[in-house]
């Protein structure tokens, strides 16, 4: 028996194959490379020193997927496979709801076909919306999203809620991250965006290493403790294991459940603009820029609902985060 891994190539992916790996799994993995490259998982079994199948496949791609279900027994499926970037969401709508909806629907129709009814799905605290205060609880109202990447993520937490609903063999976790950033330890892999990154944390490492000049701070007037934005950072490698104890989890118990992944502290944009400054002796430049359109003040998780059901909190702190970023940018200025 072997999970699946859609986007395993990705950046949270390729943490979450190591994580799974360690913890003695099978997985298969699949992604198109959209945004990846093979490196990624060359060097997770590097790191692993495992072996696993992968598959050059899209989401969309019925056919593909009927022949990896064949191939393989497939017990649970995670995730991640899918486009992010909140910007370009905007531009290019029908791509995103086509891509991460339809893709996600042409996925669990093979499923269903092979008998394989968990999901373990990578959504975002964006479903949150901008209505809740933080800490942000699963109880909360979702939806009042704000852009299309985020109804992509709302309308698939839906999709699978109402499945779970309409057979009792289905299971779906639905995991809320909030802001993964940081990179593995060996520094062999992390976050290798395309063109000039659009989050916070592979911003400030590019500046750090001179590749960008400097970091525009968007906004220094909400109403946080130094004025700038405030979110919840978690280390990617907290966030794989998180993924280990939810697939685990899913094993178990049937039925729909939304989980938060976030540590329950908040940073603003100057308090970890200083922490990758001090623990890693490099200057960020930055100047303070107007405000980013659809951004809120304050995003932070409450986590208890994940140690209560998982038995997961993050262990890695802000300076671990910093730290493990800055070693894989310095030792992969340019990325995979
Ligand atoms: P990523 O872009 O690094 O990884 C996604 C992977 O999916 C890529 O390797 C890409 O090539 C692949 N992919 C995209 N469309 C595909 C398709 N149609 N078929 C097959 N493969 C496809 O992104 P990530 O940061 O690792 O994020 C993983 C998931 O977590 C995404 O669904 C993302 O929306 C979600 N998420 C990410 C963040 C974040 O800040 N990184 C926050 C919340 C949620
Ligand atoms: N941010 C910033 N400059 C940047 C990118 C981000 O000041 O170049 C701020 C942004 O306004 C927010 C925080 O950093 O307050 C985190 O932004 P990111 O895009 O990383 O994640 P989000 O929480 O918006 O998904």
């Known amino acids: 028996m072997a999970i699946l891994i859609t986007g395993g190539c990705g950046y949270i992916g390729s943490h ?4 799974l790996l360690d913890a003695g799994h099978d997985i298969v993995v699949l992604d198109n490379y959209y945004n990846s490259k093979p490196e990624a998982l060359r060097r997770v079994k590097e790191l692993s020193g495992k072996e696993f199948p992968f598959y050059e496949c899209d989401i969309r791609d019925a056919e593909g997927l009927r022949k990896i279900f064949a191939a393989h027994s497939i017990e649970a499926v ?4 899918g486009l992010k970037a909140v910007g370009e969401s905007v531009q290019k709508p029908l791509e995103y709801f086509d891509n991460n909806v339809g893709g996600t629907i042409t996925l669990l129709e ?3 076909e092979a008998g394989c009814k968990r999901m373990v799905f990578s959504s975002s605290a964006t479903v949150y919306g901008m209505n809740n205060p933080s800490p942000l609880k699963e109880t909360m109202p979702t939806g009042g999203v704000t852009n299309p990447y985020g109804r992509t993520k709302f309308m698939i937490e839906g999709i699978l ?6 057979d009792p063999e289905w299971t779906a976790v639905l995991l809320r991250y909030f802001n993964p950033i940081g990179a593995h330890a060996s520094g062999r892999i992390g976050e290798d965006p395309n063109g000039i990154p659009n989050n916070l944390m592979p911003y ?3 500046v750090a290493i001179g590749k960008l000049q400097k970091l525009s701070v968007f906004g220094n007037d909400y109403d946080t403790h130094d004025g700038t934005g405030v979110r919840d950072y978690i280390h990617v490698v907290d966030l794989a294991k998180g993924h280990v104890k939810a697939v685990e989890y899913a094993m ?4 729909a459940e939304a989980i938060n992944l976030g540590t329950g502290t908040g940073y603003s944009v100057l308090d970890l603009v200083n922490a990758f400054q001090n623990v890693n002796g490099v200057p960020v430049p930055y100047v303070i820029a107007p405000r980013r359109a659809g951004d809120i003040a304050t995003c932070y998780a409450d986590p208890s609902k994940a140690k209560e059901l998982l038995n997961w909190t993050a262990e890695l702190d802000v300076n671990d985060m910093c730290r493990d970023t800055w070693r894989w940018q310095k030792q992969n200025p340019n990325g995979f």
């Open 16 to 19: 979450t194959c190591i994580e």
């Open 110 to 112: 093979v499923m269903r």
């Open 78 to 81: 995670i995730h991640f496979a």
């Open 252 to 255: 178990k118990h049937p039925g």
């Open 161 to 166: 809620e109402d499945l779970c609903v309409s």
């Open 204 to 206: 400030i490492s590019q």
